[in-house]
């Protein structure tokens, strides 16, 4: 017996939300076989004085050709990479991998707009690993960033950053419109020709931790699973709706998307 095969290429978040465990939670729920290469461990919290573990490359290196090794992948996707020279040796290694679907999370700036990587790691990241992706999946202020403009404020905003993306070379662009204001929970996807809207509800919540993972880590698996890219998309963006929908809060901040929802609510 086999099932499709997906390795996940990102930092461990130990709350639980984000992610390495989101990525394999979705994989779970998507019976795909996951994987992961943790590039670095994340526990910030109010005890210790550090709550950021950078992984040493020859240790990256190691998880991902363990797991090629010994199990293969049908797709990868990458989540936090932290730093330049984990994106240059994880872009290396991809392209080495010949892996068929690539989805890159180019995870840089964060929902509140935070800066999360350095501008020359970002640099690296559109140079370097950006033309391998079969998808990309930035958000609002990661796809500014990239593309050093104003952060897009409409729906039609919105389709003209995705085309602007597309030019980084990846072979789609899906732009997520979450952080968009006054408008529901649109994205953008983008082939080089034609754009598809997607649209779901808005939903009124802050406990969206991991949002962005779980979606990146569904479309990986639904390309796993043989999946059209725009089939992957509208499929991963049900599922991780559904997620939002019923997320979980532990009364401690921001909470967790729920990545059990769209089997055991909907």
Not at 43 to 49: I, Q, R, V
Not at 81 to 91: H, P, V
Not at 176 to 194: I, T
């Amino acid at each position: 017996m086999s099932i499709p095969r997906v390795l996940s290429i990102a930092g461990s978040a130990s709350q639980g939300s984000a992610g390495i465990q989101a990525d394999l939670k979705t994989f779970q729920e998507f019976d795909v076989y996951g994987m992961s290469a943790i590039t670095a461990i994340v526990a910030n919290n109010s005890t210790t004085e550090q709550g950021i573990f950078t992984q040493p490359i020859e240790a990256i290196e190691a998880q991902i050709h363990a797991s090629l090794e010994h199990v293969g992948a049908d797709a990868l996707k990458t989540g936090m990479l932290f730093t330049k020279e984990i994106i240059k040796r994880a872009a290396e290694l991809i392209q080495e991998s010949k892996v068929e679907h690539v989805v890159v999370d180019p995870v840089m700036i964060g929902k509140m707009g935070s800066q999360l990587l350095e501008d020359e790691a970002i640099k690296t990241l559109i140079n370097e690993l950006v033309p391998k992706a079969t998808i990309i999946t930035p958000n609002l202020h990661e796809a500014a960033k990239m593309l050093e403009c104003s952060l897009p404020k409409t729906p039609e905003d919105m389709k003209i950053i995705a085309r602007d993306l597309y030019s980084l070379g990846s072979k789609y662009v899906l732009l997520k419109g979450g952080a968009l204001e006054n408008y529901p929970a649109v994205d953008m996807l983008y082939d080089g020709k034609s754009i598809v809207e997607l649209e779901s509800e808005r939903i009124p919540t802050v406990h969206t931790s991991g949002a962005g993972c779980t979606y990146s880590a569904a479309i990986a698996s639904e390309l796993a699973r043989g999946r059209e890219v725009e089939d992957a998309v509208r499929r991963a963006k049900s599922f991780v709706t559904s997620a939002i929908l019923y997320s979980l809060s532990f009364d401690r901040g921001i909470g967790s998307t729920y990545h059990a929802a769209h089997r055991t609510r909907r």
